[in-house]
């Protein structure tokens, strides 16, 4: 089973990957998240639905989630799906 994974907030993502898991700084510091390579996965979210017609199979409906992630130096990766909306928000000055 893998270890859990931790979860930190958009806001403090850029500080927080720079403390590996046994709480040591990483050496060299990323300095600028967005200069991680950017990457894009599609995951799917499927749900049954039943269907209204009694004795019909039921209907399965599936929605895309897409998940952004960053490729940094030494083969970090780091989800951002959340830290890009708010870099976007920050850029457009509404944060």
Not at 19 to 39: M, S, W, Y
Not at 77 to 93: F, M, N, P, Q, Y
């Amino acid at each position: 089973m893998a270890p859990p994974t931790p979860v930190y907030p958009a806001s403090a993502l850029p500080s927080s990957i720079n403390t590996l898991a046994n709480g040591k700084p990483r050496k060299p510091p990323i300095t600028d998240l967005r200069e991680c390579t950017l990457k894009e996965m599609v995951q799917y979210k499927c749900n049954v639905e039943k269907s209204k017609v009694k004795g019909a199979q039921p209907l399965i409906v599936c929605d895309p989630v897409v998940r952004m992630f960053r490729v940094c130096r030494d083969g970090l990766h780091v989800e951002t799906t959340a830290w890009e909306g708010l870099e976007a928000r920050r850029e457009e000055g509404r944060v």
